[in-house]
């Protein structure tokens, strides 16, 4: 298994990504989705280490996920719950991390509802001259790495199953759909398919994707996006697009990622109705005619079924790279956690 280009402790955020690490990545899940084919579908990487999940926002398939991901590596894992822990004594969430820490935890796998949550643990962690590995799935309207990684890894696959590599989306033409003012999916997404040379178009209503949206990579008169600022990072274009309408980011589209409307982070009226959102941006069969023929869709789930994309169609094999999206999660998350344990092979 190659880890060479592995030099990451911290997995927080997708922005300094190089290629490198993207392929290292893509093809150690490769390998891992290979052992999860088997019949004994567990390997002793991480056998003797801690992998703490600490989520103190919902989840069912990035914490389950993440929890069989260990498992498979055999490691242990302890899942912290905070509506049951000494959170509620007042204990705070650094003092919380201190105590897995204390516990040997090797690497925590980190939620929260506020974004730098994560980064503020990592950054404990290394005060603290630890060798603690911190994993972001997901913070704020932040970032979610670990998804985006999945997602690339299913894109990847479906194009070459034995050898998927970034390289292969470049020139793609690829559509995110939805509620991407609130999605920290999105953010990583825009960071790993940019990276690949992909053609990265965002379409929603105008509240939910405002134009300054772009400036978090960089500010651009036009949308298309220069190199990023850092001198260290490979000098490639990123091509990313903003649409209010949905015609002109599906028009030939290889893939479109729909998201979900995430209401609970809606503090005011952004939408008239939903049934008005759905008839202007759900994602239906009727409008997939738009799209290159072999278009596929995903969506990282949870789902609101008939809103963002039509209950067929998100069932529909040919079309829908849902389930796989899920089944790629175990192994892209035995990647990560592998690399960032030191993994030998
Ligand atoms: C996403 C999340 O939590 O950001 N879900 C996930 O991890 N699969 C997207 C969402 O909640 O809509």
Known sequence: ?????????????????????????????????????????????????VVTTMFFESSTR?????????????????????????????????DTAKTYLAMGTDMMVIRHKEAGVPQAIAAEMDRLQTNVGVLNAGDGLHEHPSQALLDLFTLCSQLDADHPRLSLLKDKKIAVVGDILHSRVARSN?????????????????????????????????STLLPPPNPSLPNFPRKLFLHWSLQPALQDADVVMTLRLQKERM?????????????????????????????????PGPVNRGVEISSDLMDD???????????????????????MGGGKS
């Open 1 to 49: 298994m190659v880890s060479s280009s592995w030099t990451r402790r911290h997995v927080l955020s997708l922005a300094d990504f190089t290629p490198a690490e993207y392929d290292t990545v893509l093809q150690t899940a490769a390998s891992f989705g290979e052992v999860l084919t088997r019949r004994t579908k567990k390997v002793p990487a991480l056998q003797g280490q």
């Open 62 to 94: 990035t914490r389950s996920s993440f929890e069989l991901a260990a498992k498979r590596l055999s490691a242990d894992i302890l899942n912290f719950a905070p509506g049951t822990s000494s959170l509620t004594k007042g204990e705070t969430i650094l």
């Open 190 to 222: 825009i960071w790993s398919l940019t990276a690949s040379g992909a053609e990265v178009h965002l379409a929603g209503p105008p509240t939910l994707l405002p134009k300054l949206f772009a400036d978090f990579i960089h500010p651009t008169a036009d």
């Open 267 to 299: 503090t005011s009226h952004l939408l008239p109705s939903l049934r008005e959102y759905h008839q202007q941006f759900g994602i239906t069969r009727d409008r997939l005619k738009l799209c290159n023929p072999d278009v596929k869709v995903m969506h």
């Open 317 to 339: 094999p040919d079309l829908s790279l849902v389930s796989q999206q899920v089944t790629s999660g175990v192994a892209v998350r035995m990647a990560l956690l592998y690399l």
